[in-house]
T-cell receptor
Framework: GAVVSQHPSWVICKSGTSVKIECRSLDFQATTMFWYRQFPKQSLMLMATSNEGSKATYEQGVEKDKFLINHASLTLSTLTVTSAHPEDSSFYIC?????????????FGPGTRLLVL | AQSVTQPDIHITVSEGASLELRCNYSYGATPYLFWYVQSPGQGLQLLLKYFSGDTLVQGIKGFEAEFKRSQSSFNLRKPSVHWSDAAEYFCAVAVTGGGNKLTFGTGTQLKVEL
């Protein structure tokens, strides 16, 4: 149980294009989803928190107009990197939790590796 | 704000040897504590978590961790390491009222020598 998938697993795109990454909770309803970014050999940095049906909450320093997050249903959240540039190349990981009002465990997806040329 | 420190960036152990990965946190109260493992190019898998109660927590794959309030530590242990345990290990904390957000340590890369 508690499986989270991401699609695609890797993507290469040209500079200036937009890329959409999907995060799905396969066997539970995720009231909250999180998006992280991980640079090589570094830790995960939280980018934003999204709750189903409401706007995402972005961490300080994360450009909300560049990293568009949509959490349209209890099983799907998307991250769109708009007008991608080489510095956006990174490993993007999502996680999901079913919030019952107390601290809940986050279950992580396998990640999406983005390379912007 | 809470923070997590993993003092060891790299650790190498021989297969069959015991393992201890260190994690220290900084927070005014008792946080929620987690250990995750990440294999190359993969997402994170939860090994174990501590919310309250017994301070010795058992996890998957033979791992355990002990919460020590006096030392603000949550060290991960395994009595006998297998070659498949080679991976990156992350300690993470969440705080009450923190909206379920996790703060991660910088990770410890474990290498297992055969």
């Amino acid at each position: 149980g508690a499986v989270v998938s991401q699609h695609p697993s890797w993507v290469i795109c040209k500079s200036g294009t937009s890329v959409k990454i999907e995060c799905r909770s396969l066997d539970f309803q995720a009231t909250t989803m999180f998006w992280y970014r991980q640079f090589p050999k570094q830790s995960l940095m939280l980018m934003a928190t999204s709750n189903e049906g409401s706007k995402a909450t972005y961490e300080q320093g994360v450009e909300k107009d560049k990293f568009l997050i949509n959490h349209a249903s209890l099983t799907l959240s998307t991250l769109t990197v708009t007008s991608a540039h080489p510095e956006d190349s990174s490993f993007y990981i999502c996680s999901a939790s079913h919030d019952s009002g107390t601290q809940e465990t986050q279950y992580f997806g396998p990640g999406t590796r983005l390379l912007v040329l | 704000a809470q923070s997590v420190t993993q003092p060891d960036i790299h650790i190498t152990v021989s297969e069959g040897a015991s393992l201890e990965l260190r994690c220290n946190y900084s927070y005014g109260a008792t946080p929620y504590l987690f250990w995750y493992v990440q294999s190359p190019g993969q997402g994170l898998q939860l090994l174990l978590k501590y919310f309250s109660g017994d301070t010795l927590v058992q996890g998957i794959k033979g791992f355990e961790a002990e919460f020590k309030r006096s030392q603000s530590s949550f060290n991960l242990r395994k009595p006998s390491v297998h070659w498949s345990d080679a991976a990156e290990y992350f300690c993470a904390v969440a705080v009450t009222g923190g909206g379920n957000k996790l703060t991660f340590g910088t990770g410890t890369q474990l290498k297992v020598e055969l």
